[in-house]
Nanobody, 123 residues
């Protein structure tokens, strides 16, 4: 069983940057494909991006391409989401997810989820 804990959310202004972290425990992190998702009030949870086990491969939703960067540190069992030039429409709960597979890119079907961290972007 893999446990995931997100951190780093907060209240920022449009144009600011924010870095989210996802700490994993209970599994072999290097064997997991990791992903970020977000959910705004009244909307379905949507895919943000994913990173393969080796950190070489990343894949992003079109809506965040060029603004968001996903990275991971297998030695620290952690994944990160660097968000730059934030916009108010990025306000959402951000979730990290993990799946015990090397399938890539993985846009859905993740087995493990964190509780989420709130990101609020004001104009």
């Amino acid at each position: 069983q893999v446990q995931l804990v997100e951190s780093g959310g907060g209240l920022v202004q449009a144009g600011d940057s924010l870095r989210l972290s996802c700490a994993a425990s209970g599994g072999t992190f290097a064997l997991l494909t990791m992903g970020w998702f977000r959910q705004s009030p009244g909307k379905e949870r949507e895919f943000v991006g994913t990173i393969g086990w080796s950190s070489i491969s990343t894949y992003y939703a079109d809506s965040v391409m060029g603004r968001f960067t996903i990275s991971r540190d297998n030695a620290k069992n952690s994944m990160y989401l660097q968000m730059n030039n934030l916009k108010p429409e990025y306000t959402a709960f951000y979730y990290c997810a993990a799946h015990p597979s090397r399938a890539f890119p993985l846009l859905r079907g993740y087995a493990y989820w964190g509780q989420g961290t709130q990101v609020t972007v004001t104009s």
